[in-house]
């Protein structure tokens, strides 16, 4: 079976923590504008989406390709539950929260959920860039 290849995670990270360095670092910038600092808010989020997308299904890969498993759900959910017991993840709950903060965004007209979302975000980068690591045995590079 080929390797996995990483280049779209490791890219969709390293686009999700540049956008949300520049928001946390838009707090100092003068003369941003407030609307300024929500497109760059939403643009994490948006970020966040397709990072949390493309990882669960790298997830699914590495457990089907390096842990060898053959009954690896196709749902995010079930991978999460299949990693936790195949113990490349520590908490399932936690990745199942961050699933459904990111099904919450997809029909959030409120923009409450995507606050929410948004509050999570630096605790799913750290946890990605850990399991990033573990399914790649790379160091990550900011």
């Given at each position: 079976?080929?390797?996995?290849?990483?280049?779209?995670?490791?890219?969709?990270?390293?686009?999700?923590?540049?956008?949300?360095?520049?928001?946390?670092?838009?707090?100092?910038?003068?003369?941003?504008l407030e609307s300024d600092r929500e497109s760059i808010k939403e643009s994490c989020i948006q970020r966040f989406e397709v990072?949390?997308?493309?990882?669960?299904?790298?997830?699914?890969?590495?457990?089907?390709?390096?842990?060898?498993?053959?009954?690896?759900?196709?749902?995010?959910?079930?991978?999460?539950?299949?990693?936790?017991?195949?113990?490349?993840?520590?908490?399932?709950?936690?990745?199942?929260?961050?699933?459904?903060?990111?099904?919450?965004?997809?029909?959030?007209?409120?923009?409450?959920?995507?606050?929410?979302?948004?509050?999570?975000?630096?605790?799913?980068?750290?946890?990605?860039?850990?399991?990033?690591?573990?399914?790649?045995?790379?160091?990550?590079?900011?």
């Amino acid at each position: 079976m080929d390797p996995i290849n990483y280049d779209k995670l490791k890219l969709s990270l390293k686009r999700l923590q540049e956008r949300y360095s520049d928001y946390l670092a838009s707090e100092q910038r003068t003369g941003l504008l407030e609307s300024d600092r929500e497109s760059i808010k939403e643009s994490c989020i948006q970020r966040f989406e397709v990072c949390f997308d493309t990882l669960w299904k790298h997830l699914k890969k590495y457990l089907e390709t390096a842990e060898g498993l053959t009954d690896v759900p196709g749902s995010p959910n079930g991978v999460f539950k299949s990693a936790f017991v195949a113990k490349v993840i520590d908490s399932a709950e936690l990745w199942i929260d961050f699933n459904q903060k990111r099904g919450a965004t997809s029909h959030d007209y409120s923009g409450i959920k995507a606050d929410e979302t948004f509050a999570i975000i630096g605790e799913f980068i750290s946890h990605a860039v850990r399991l990033y690591e573990y399914m790649t045995g790379e160091i990550w590079q900011k």
